[in-house]
């Protein structure tokens, strides 16, 4: 793919764009008058209208929805039974049904989400697990997309790019039907739970018997286990069943979903799974982190909605197939846009914030899994960024120290991406910034659903050029790169 060279910046934007695709569809539960917040659904009087079709029209139906849809989606009969078993309470309990009959039920209770109908944006960039057929001078990379679909729900998609040589980059195939992941047993973490009722100021005995009862790790079943064993002796205590109840909420939040190993990274869809994300899933950071162990894990924090409230969470994945869901917790967890290190710093888990809503902050995390109040790095001091900076994506290490980008807004809440260097024993001190801003958006990027907004959740290094998919204006995403050398030299020293 050719590049060019724009004429007000030593920054090379790339012509390849991805545009929202409205055929990228997945298959979700559909209950006819949910949607209106009426006093009684509609479920039960359309089963009755369906139950009176005789076998011949229920079969041509069928048939009929299945040669339309098939074709779009994996398992199509799969996840209409699964939609008739979520209602199938309404069938009179004398009514027995044929497969074809529960199938068409289900297919009735389904509808298509198109999950970027909407908006296409906030990509992050991270090494590819799988490195096959790549040249010695090639990078394959993994990249998070924020889509957004009907009543702006956000999820996370996933497609492929290769990088170089040199310049070069292409984008690989993201055809084919989609795929949400499954739910699937997940193994909590102790320490997790701790840090959440301190956050929740639960501190009782109820708790503490829980918390004390609990392996570090502990499943699904071992909970419910310990859940079932309260002794007598607190089960009358007046806050237990309410401590009880917080307790469910919060392991409830934690999750893990998995894909077929069958199913292409770009038709995987991790979707809202819980109260807190119910909607969207916003802005995946993700980042290749090397654990203390010396094994490479790929860890995300993005934000969950609800509708009225955020709050973080973080992925977990060793393989970008089986992806474990973890709430953050503490001071620094409360607001949006935190970025992990790649790497434990000085012994450190470290993390790029934004608490207060405007200013870029370092946090550490606790030995309670807690992230403490962050440290300044980087207030709005510049014409372009006055109104807030923050972070786009995880710090990239560099001999010269941590690389992170930042983004900036300006007049007419203006949108522009940053960069910042950090010391790299050090990362509290901040070593120089870029004055003027790396990437703003053009004539074109300025239009779009959320118009005059370049924003990333992280780029890489390759080749020693640092690569950058950014959103523009929520409608595409681009690709922009530099050189890391001439990135350095355009900085200014910290307080200049």
């Known amino acids: ?21 409205d055929r990228r569809v997945v298959i979700k539960l559909f209950v006819p008058g949910e949607d209106h917040q009426m006093v009684q659904n509609r479920a039960s009087n359309m089963i009755e209208r369906i139950l009176r079709l005789d076998d011949a029209e229920t079969a041509r139906l069928l048939e ?8 779009r989606h994996q398992d199509l009969l799969a996840t209409f039974q699964h939609h008739y078993e979520l209602v199938q309470h309404r069938v009179p309990a004398e009514v027995e049904l044929s497969s074809t009959a529960r199938h068409l039920i289900g297919a009735y209770f389904s509808h298509e989400f198109s999950v970027e109908s909407a908006a296409l944006c906030n990509p992050s960039m991270v090494p590819h697990p799988d490195q096959t057929e790549m040249a010695p001078d090639e990078l394959r990379v993994a990249m998070s997309l924020r889509q957004i679909g009907e009543g702006h729900i956000s999820s996370i998609g996933f497609c492929s790019a290769v990088l170089g040589p040199g310049d070069a980059i292409r984008l690989e ?3 084919g039907p989609l795929v949400i992941g499954q739910r699937v047993g997940a193994m909590h973490w102790r320490n997790q739970l701790t840090a959440a009722l301190i956050d929740e100021e639960i501190d009782n005995e109820a708790s503490a018997y829980v918390v004390s009862a609990l392996p570090d790790r502990f499943s699904d079943e071992e909970f419910e286990d310990v859940m079932t064993h309260i002794p007598a002796e607190l089960l009358t205590r007046q806050t237990t069943q309410e401590t009880l109840d917080h307790i469910r909420h919060i392991v409830s ?6 894909f077929p190993a069958t199913t292409p990274l770009h038709q995987r869809v991790m979707w809202p799974a819980t109260r807190a994300e119910r909607n969207g899933m916003e802005d995946a950071r993700f980042v290749q982190h090397l654990d203390p162990d010396g094994r490479l894990t790929y860890q995300g924090t993005y934000t969950a909605y609800d509708g009225y409230h955020i709050a973080g969470r973080v992925i977990f994945s060793r393989d970008l197939r089986h992806f474990e869901v973890t709430q953050l917790h ?14 434990y710093v000085g012994g450190r888990k470290l993390a790029l914030c934004r608490s207060d809503g405007e200013t870029l902050g370092l946090s550490v995390r606790d030995a309670q899994h807690r992230w403490q109040p962050s440290v300044p790095l980087l207030v709005p001091h510049r014409g372009w960024d006055l109104i807030q900076v923050g972070n786009c994506g995880s710090p990239i290490e560099t001999e010269a120290g941590w690389l992170v980008l930042t983004h900036g807004v300006g007049p007419m809440r ?11 024993e050090n990362p509290e001190r901040v070593i120089a910034d870029l004055p003027d801003g790396l990437l703003h958006p053009d004539e074109v990027e300025r239009e779009g659903y959320v118009p005059n907004v370049l924003y990333s959740c992280g780029g890489l ?3 020693g050029r640092l690569w950058i998919p950014y959103g523009a204006s929520d409608v595409r995403i681009g690709f922009a790169s530099v050189d890391l050398d001439e990135l350095l030299s355009r900085m200014a020293p910290a307080g200049s």
């Open 1 to 21: 793919m050719t590049a060019t060279m724009n004429s007000q910046t030593y920054v090379t934007r790339h012509e390849i764009v991805m545009q929202p695709d």
């Open 64 to 71: 009929d929805v299945v040669n339309r849809f098939a074709g």
């Open 173 to 175: 195939d993201r055809s």
């Open 253 to 258: 939040e934690d999750y893990a979903v998995g």
């Open 330 to 343: 503490g001071p620094a967890a409360k607001n949006k846009g935190m970025a992990l290190f790649p790497r």
């Open 414 to 424: 203006r949108y522009g991406l940053g960069a910042m260097l950090l010391d790299l």
């Open 461 to 463: 290094l390759h080749d």
